[in-house]
């Protein structure tokens, strides 16, 4: 199906980008521009800015809590923007809806960004802070169940980063990995995978500007062909959690995606791919408005129920 109409709108309004190379400052500052005042956002039980305590120093956190039971299941949610944008409030929006339709406690990391703090800082807060809430369970509210995390774009490559290291130091409480449009191959070689071609221009995200987008992370260090920077060349994806793996028809790290839910049912773990028609990279950020897109959260929660 062509892109849907109301992205492609949206897409039609945008300016051409400006020349020159990308300013981390301004393009943090004009992303929180656009931030919904507090009075807008989505009402929850109850939402708590904190700081969590962990082996990778002090850590903001956001908490969000859909209801006033006692106890719930716990996603620790990692948000996108290239390692070098998005923040606590870019994506608190997306927080919320997966706190209200999955009615599991949400505890979004406000990790350390390229380039200022280099590789593997951001990977380390990640991490420190999945051990932390099921460290501090009891104080969070959880249930002692679910564990799950969650992450959208270079969000969803700490999610496939975070479990695999999980793994290899024996700790066995993620249940669930769900992961939006990840980054999971930071070797842009056009011919790597056919979506970098075949969705290069004209949706939003392009092939072209994956290089100089992912240059802040790259430069402070972290080399593409690392595992813990490109799950997808991980040579053993056995024994890591469940996973959600949820695509773009037009992104062009679709195919990268979809293979790594391949790759994790190759090595016996149990995986759903889920690609959204006439979506582009960025949708559940960006576009979660439209009906069909907001869907994804439903889906998240029936993944989570063992539903789907």
Known sequence: MPLHPEIARF????????EGPLDPVAMRAGDEAHVAPLAERLPLHRVEDRTAHTASGDVPVRVYTPTEADAHGVIVYFHGGAFFLGSLETHDHVARSLAKETGL??????YRLAPEAAFPAGLDDCHAVVRWAAEQGEDLGWDGTTLAVAGD???GNFV???????HDEGFDRITHQILYYPSLD???DEDRHPSLRENAAGYGLETAGLKPFNAFYLGSGADPADPRVSPLKRGDL???PKALVVTAEFDP??????LYGKRLREAG???TVARYEGAGHGFVQHFSWIPEYHEVFARTRDFIAGKA
């Not at 897409?11 to 400006?18: E, V």
């Not at 790290?253 to 979809?258: A, N, S, V």
């Open 105 to 110: 406690t949400v505890v979004s990391v406000g």
């Open 238 to 240: 056995s024994g890591l």
């Open 253 to 258: 790290m679709r195919d990268e995606g979809e």
């Open 186 to 188: 930071l070797d842009f």
């Open 160 to 166: 496939a980063a975070v479990v695999a290291r999980a």
């Open 11 to 18: 897409l039609a309004t945008l300016p051409a980008p400006p």
């Open 153 to 155: 774009s270079s969000g």
């Open 269 to 271: 773990v149990e995986a």
